[in-house]
């Protein structure tokens, strides 16, 4: 059984410009002359936690962590304008050039998992490896099982409180409704409904271990931003076309891939692990019968940081 290494603090941070109104925050821990790897941050708004340091041997490795545009400590934070999957893909490409790496690792989950695969699938030649985990493929399908008719069979009651966050008559298109609202000027319905929506995302990710208590009553301007984002990346499709991901796997036939899959994931069901691993016969495919969404619980992170591990030696090998 692998853990978590000790924390570590980086060594240079920076904000990287874009040529918009955004800078996102860059920063580099580990080993300067290591094996350098990217993490990619679900969400989209969720950004980087220190934690997320801790996968990657620090002697081995140059661990990089960004926070994706408007989230983290990027500024302007919650800002949509010059968002979409396209920006983030330039910005993975500026960090490497700045950074002078000719092929770096891909770490990423959920929906930087979906960021690793249309990042490689651009610029396959960068690419040392790609470690997939919570397997996001971003189709409408995907969207569906999320918020239409999937998951809220599972939790009727949390998925109620959500829909009635929006008057009757808009509720058959829900999500145009939900980002309406949180788009709005009545700030009474925008910050109820940021409340449940991330009331209904703790639930749907963390099962049973979700506290509702723990959303408290008071909504926060960051809670409301972090709503709109989300919600600004699903309503437009996260700006990719229809199965673009699973149609363009042929690109990376040639990088070794690990995916990694917990059976108990509702957020993205295990379907969409078992396509993109028939989309990428020749990844190592890892399917954790116990575990659920999040990078936590002790399968998981045994499984993540063998991973890295494994890489590592092959590298070093």
């Given at each position: 059984m692998k853990y978590l290494y000790p924390e570590i603090e980086p060594y240079h941070t920076f904000f990287l410009k874009t040529g918009s109104q955004h800078e996102v925050y860059v920063e580099e821990s580990g080993n300067a002359q290591g094996i350098p790897v990217i993490f990619l941050h679900g969400g989209p708004c969720s950004g980087t936690k220190p934690d997320h340091r801790r996968f990657f041997n620090p002697q081995q490795y140059r661990i990089i962590l960004f926070d994706q545009r408007g989230c983290g400590l990027s500024k302007p934070f919650g800002e949509?304008?010059?968002?979409?999957?396209?920006?983030?893909?330039?910005?993975?490409?500026?960090?490497?050039?700045?950074?002078?790496?000719?092929?770096?690792?891909?770490?990423?989950?959920?929906?930087?998992?979906?960021?690793?695969?249309?990042?490689?699938?651009?610029?396959?030649?960068?690419?040392?490896?790609?470690?997939?985990?919570?397997?996001?493929?971003?189709?409408?399908?995907?969207?569906?099982?999320?918020?239409?008719?999937?998951?809220?069979?599972?939790?009727?009651?949390?998925?109620?409180?959500?829909?009635?966050?929006?008057?009757?008559?808009?509720?058959?298109?829900?999500?145009?409704?939900?980002?309406?609202?949180?788009?709005?000027?009545?700030?009474?319905?925008?910050?109820?409904?940021?409340?449940?929506?991330?009331?209904?995302?703790?639930q749907v990710a963390l099962g049973s271990d979700f506290q509702p208590c723990s959303q408290g009553n008071h909504v926060t301007e960051k809670m409301v931003k972090q709503a709109l984002m989300e919600l600004h990346y699903a309503k437009h499709h996260y700006f990719i076309e229809e199965n673009q991901i699973l149609e363009n796997c042929a690109l990376l036939s040639e990088i070794p891939a690990v995916v990694i899959h917990g059976r108990k994931d509702l957020v993205c069901p295990m379907e969409s692990a078992m396509k993109l691993h028939q989309a990428l016969p020749h990844a190592d495919y890892i399917v954790l019968p116990e575990a659920g969404h999040v990078a936590q619980g002790l399968d998981m992170i045994d499984a993540l940081v063998s991973a890295t591990d494994q890489f590592a030696s092959r590298w070093t090998g």
């Open positions: 949509i304008e010059s968002n979409t999957t396209k920006d983030l893909c330039a910005d993975m490409e500026r960090i490497r050039q700045q950074l002078k790496i000719k092929q770096w690792l891909l770490f990423g989950g959920s929906w930087g998992a979906s960021l690793v695969l249309l990042y490689a699938q651009q610029n396959p030649e960068r690419i040392a490896g790609m470690i997939i985990r919570g397997v996001f493929l971003a189709r409408q399908q995907d969207l569906d099982w999320f918020l239409l008719d999937g998951v809220r069979r599972i939790y009727p009651e949390q998925w109620q409180r959500l829909e009635e966050t929006v008057p009757a008559p808009h509720r058959n298109n829900l999500l145009r409704a939900l980002y309406e609202a949180v788009l709005g000027e009545d700030e009474i319905t925008k910050r109820r409904v940021a409340k449940e929506w991330a009331a209904w995302g703790g």
